[in-house]
């Protein structure tokens, strides 16, 4: 198992472009996370997948924001009309549920800027 | 709401030094506690994790300890190295509401450990 994989690893995009985030999890885990962090901040909570149900989103995730996750397997993040406030670390996560005895995984994030 | 703060924000040491970083949260009722590591544009790491009924756990050269009564984590590092040099990042899993999925982070303790 290598762990969980993000692509791209950077990206850089022009304002009101539409980007799009891969992530693919552990392959025993049903639950995938996503969550952003900007500069100095700790990452905040986007949405949760329970196999392919997307369970929560957050008020940080705008309707320009959609996440989905075919089949319970890998995760797509996509942006659309994308602002300079986009500008941030996307960090996706997975875990086994139940969860609450387990911790989270972790990938190396996708570091996206608006110019 | 679940708030989490590290203390101090920044840490610089020589090598060699013990150190201690410090996370507290406002709602004691968690599932357990996870301690991260994240070096410069980097994803997170998984250092320690720590169920609610558990004191500490211990790897290697790091120790975390628990308090839930009293809201408070510690994250011990023993003889430091410069390879140790990141930002550590607490995070708790609450147990109160229906999101008992979500990790709540702290803003992180930057450390630097200098030759």
């Known amino acids: 198992d290598t762990g969980v994989s993000q692509n791209p690893r950077h990206k850089i995009t022009k304002r009101g472009q539409n980007v799009t985030f891969r992530c693919d999890p552990i392959s025993e885990h049903n639950r995938l996370y996503w969550y952003r962090q900007t500069l100095g901040q700790g990452p905040e909570f986007l949405t949760y997948?329970?196999?392919?149900?997307?369970?929560?989103k957050s008020r940080l995730l705008s309707d320009r924001f959609s996440a989905e996750r075919p089949k319970g397997s890998f995760s797509t993040l996509e942006i659309q009309r994308t602002e300079q406030g986009d500008s941030a670390m996307y960090l996706c996560a997975s875990s086994l549920a139940p969860g609450i005895f387990y911790g989270y995984t972790f990938g190396s994030g996708t570091r996206l800027t608006v110019v | 709401k679940q708030e989490v703060t590290q203390i101090p924000a920044a840490l610089s040491v020589p090598e060699g030094e013990n150190l201690v970083l410090n996370c507290s949260f406002t709602?004691?009722?968690?599932?357990?506690l996870q301690w991260f590591r994240q070096d410069p544009g980097k994803g997170l790491t998984s250092l320690l994790l720590i169920q609610s009924s558990q004191r500490e756990q211990t790897s290697g050269r790091l120790n975390a300890s628990l308090d839930k009564s009293s809201g408070r984590s510690t994250l011990y590092i023993a003889a430091s190295q410069p390879g140790d040099s990141a930002t550590y990042l607490c995070a708790v899993r609450s147990n109160s509401g229906g999101s008992n999925y979500k990790l709540t982070f702290g803003k992180g303790t930057l450390l630097t450990v200098n030759p």
């Open positions: 709602d004691s009722a968690i599932y357990n």
């Open positions: 997948f329970q196999n392919e149900a997307q369970l929560e």
